[in-house]
């Protein structure tokens, strides 16, 4: 439930902190980082509770290749 949150308040520019996210699946790092790649908004992300993994990681670092409000990552 929190996940889909996020991920919507992500799509509609309407999130600048994201942090509580825990345990993400494959297909949840995908959709996150798929929505961070068109998000204005965001500036902090925490994903420290989460085994993404290399796929993962580089994944997120493609999005933030597009996305140049972020300024933390955890």
């Known amino acids: 439930m929190i996940f889909s949150t996020v991920l919507s308040q992500l799509k509609n520019n309407s999130l600048t902190i994201i942090e509580g996210l825990h345990d993400l699946k494959k297909a949840e790092i995908i ?3 798929e ?3 068109v ?3 965001v500036t902090s992300i925490n994903l420290s509770s989460n085994d993404i993994g290399d796929e993962g990681a580089n994944l ?3 999005a933030l290749q597009n996305n ?3 300024t933390s990552l955890d």
């Open 68 to 70: 140049k409000s972020i």
């Open 35 to 37: 929505a961070l790649k």
């Open 31 to 33: 959709e996150l980082a």
């Open 60 to 62: 997120i670092a493609d």
């Open 39 to 41: 998000n204005k908004t």
